[in-house]
């Protein structure tokens, strides 16, 4: 699509309910290269951190605008006045956003309603970008239940924009259907060949298969699984490593520590704490394992086929949607920790095999998942909406 000159670009407030570098985010910053030169983008973080960091670097403006989800805790009562303070955050987001004269309100989220409000309160149009699947697998919950939060949301969006068909058929009863867009995320991996120095070397001796898992670690990830089926393999003969990769929920990160103890496997599974860029350390290991209880995409799996890792997925949320089984990488069953480990051993007594689906992976992201493909789709939806 032609630019049109800079003097006229609309400008599209986003809103980030976080100002970390989580999946999210990246889905973010991989938004804000497809529009810049098509519009002009302003973000709202609410804390200062490292999207923000990202941010500056990419000469994108954002302000630090404290605010807060419409979300809490299951272990607090459900309080009252965090409402209010919804309407408060929602009064100082429609300050800011009139300021720059935005033309559109763009929420990266649905745990926050703060630029819902805003957009609702200033009469603008909205969109709502969603990358959860529920807060059901959470310890949080809607201040206003999910059901009433999915009714806003449909009711003051212009569109809505889910991350995959998996979400498309879990929100089916909640959203109107042509206000509905699917559109997979667009993956962007920084380049590996000459950063590989920078990391140790890998555990593994000659001969040994080397798995990781890649990802925030707390239990939805199901790092555990990957930790189970090394002891597995390790009673069965077979030599593997599995780095973990990520930082964690401390609670869970020390049932890991035990885990491995228990499990007589501290010398073939590490946890390697939190790199900005993983994408080394996955192109060290030969395969990269996604056990995750619930997924609503999976950039870490796209991540692995871009680089010609083989994935081992579970048949949980938008995996089976991501990987076709035995074309672009291997299928088991949630929980089933033997029947992962017999997948890992298929996979070791078939290198062959697997470099063919390897390579049938890499080229079907390469073909399917294209940022071209990514800004034409989303440059339609903001078009639509705001108008060319």
């Known amino acids: 699509m032609s630019k049109p000159p800079p003097t006229q670009l609309k400008t599209i407030a986003f809103v980030s309910n976080s100002g970390d570098l989580g999946g999210a985010e990246c889905v973010l910053l991989d938004l804000l290269d497809i529009i810049v030169g098509h519009y002009h983008p302003v973000v709202m973080v609410p804390t200062h ?31 009252p006045l965090w409402l209010n303070s919804q309407i408060w955050y929602a009064l100082k987001l429609a300050h800011f956003i009139r300021k720059e004269r935005a033309s559109l309100v763009y929420s990266n989220t649905m745990v926050t309603g703060s630029g819902l409000f805003a957009a609702f309160l200033l009469r603008k149009p909205h969109i709502c970008h969603i990358h959860e699947s529920s807060l059901d697998y959470l310890p949080y919950r809607f201040l206003l239940s999910e059901r009433l939060t999915l009714y806003l949301i449909n009711r ?30 667009l993956v962007q991996i920084s380049p590996v060949e000459g950063s590989r120095k920078s990391f140790e070397a890998p555990l593994a001796r000659p001969q040994t298969t080397r798995l990781c898992m890649v990802g925030f670690m707390f239990p939805l990830k199901r790092q555990e699984h990957g930790i189970l089926a090394v002891g597995h393999l390790k009673k069965t003969g077979h030599s593997v490593t599995l780095d973990l990769i990520g930082s964690g929920v401390p609670e869970y990160i020390d049932y890991l520590n035990e885990l491995i103890a228990i499990n007589g496997v501290a010398h073939e599974v590490r946890l390697r704490g939190h790199f900005e860029n993983a994408a080394p350390i996955m192109d060290q290991n030969d395969i990269v394992l996604i056990c995750s209880e619930i997924e609503s995409f999976s950039r870490v799996t796209v991540e692995a086929m871009r680089l010609g890792k083989l ?13 076709t089984h035995m074309k672009t990488g291997l299928i088991y069953p949630y929980g089933d920790i033997p029947q992962l480990a017999t997948w890992i051993t298929w996979a070791i007594n078939n290198p062959e095999h697997c470099k063919t689906i390897q390579h049938a992976a890499k080229e079907w992201v390469a073909q399917t998942l294209t940022f071209e493909r990514n800004q034409n789709q989303i440059l339609a939806i903001l078009n639509s909406v705001i108008g060319e």
């Open 311 to 323: 994935v081992i997925v579970s048949d949980r949320g938008a995996l089976p949607e991501i990987v």
């Open 49 to 79: 951190g490292p999207l923000a960091k990202k941010l500056s670097e990419r000469g994108i403006s954002y302000t630090v605008t404290h605010h807060t989800p419409w979300t809490y805790h299951t272990s607090l009562q459900w309080p």
């Open 156 to 185: 003051l969006s212009q569109k809505i924009i889910l991350v995959s068909h998996f979400l498309n058929t879990r929100f089916k009863a909640h959203f109107a259907s042509q206000k509905v867009e699917v559109v997979y995320n």
